[in-house]
């Protein structure tokens, strides 16, 4: 089945400070989802983003499918960016495939 | 915007309880998910549901069942609950990857089986 990994496992930022989380896929996709799972539990769709670039506010993702990556990119990162960032894929069926995903601490 | 809702976002059973979680969506998907996150071991898929009255097995089925009787309401049953299933259950909906498969997730329940 498809592998999903993501880089770094964990990180810590200054508040402030720029930062870029990876995915690596080992099989072409038709979906990519980023998520922020907050400090509740809770998992809050970034974006959905299966090729190409998109930009909300301080967060962007690009995700170049022919090289099987995506990359989120947070700048001057808050404290409430804290949580655990995933990327998950979809297998072509039913099925949605989630990192182990990457741990971001922000620092005030 | 997508609403999933959870019943219950904190439980505390004892073992050998029924325990019902609730998950209700209000975007007309077709597709429901349950999953449990541990540390350590990531999202792990109980059991999904593409259609009413409609139910797959995910990867880790075991001491769980689940029922759906109506499009937008798909709850996980614990028949007998044991301490093993102390964890944060999550529930999703979602599009058919057909379409855009995307996801959304409701808040989580963080059980404790006692």
């Known amino acids: 089945g498809i592998q999903v990994e993501q880089s770094p496992p964990d990180l810590i930022l200054q508040e402030g400070a720029n930062s870029t989380l990876r995915c690596n896929f080992s099989?072409?996709?038709?979906?990519l989802q980023w998520f922020h799972q907050n400090p509740w539990g809770q998992l809050i769709n970034l974006f959905y983003?299966?090729?190409g670039t998109k930009q909300n506010g301080r967060l962007s993702a690009t995700t170049v499918a022919t090289e099987r990556y995506s990359l989120l990119y947070i700048s001057s990162s808050q404290t409430t960016d804290s949580g655990v960032y995933f990327c998950a894929v979809g297998d072509g069926g039913f099925k949605t495939i989630f990192g182990a995903g990457t741990r971001l601490f922000v620092k005030a | 915007d997508v609403k999933v809702t959870q019943s219950s976002r904190y439980l505390v059973k004892r073992t050998g309880e029924k325990v019902f979680l609730e998950c209700v969506q209000d975007?007309?998907?077709?597709?429901m998910f349950w999953y449990r996150q541990d540390p350590g071991l990531g999202l792990r898929l109980i059991y999904f549901?593409?259609?009413?009255?409609?139910?797959e097995k995910g990867d880790i089925p075991e001491g769980y069942s689940v029922s759906r009787e109506k499009k937008e309401r798909f709850s996980l049953i614990l028949e007998s609950a044991s301490t093993n299933q102390t964890s944060m259950y999550l529930c999703?909906?979602?599009?058919?990857?057909?379409?855009?498969?995307?996801?959304?997730f409701g808040e989580g329940s963080r059980l404790t089986v006692l």
């Open positions: 549901s593409y259609d009413v009255k409609m139910k």
């Open positions: 983003i299966p090729s």
């Open positions: 099989d072409s996709v038709n979906n």
């Open positions: 975007m007309d998907h077709e597709n």
């Open positions: 999703a909906s979602g599009l058919d990857q057909s379409d855009t498969g995307e996801l959304f």
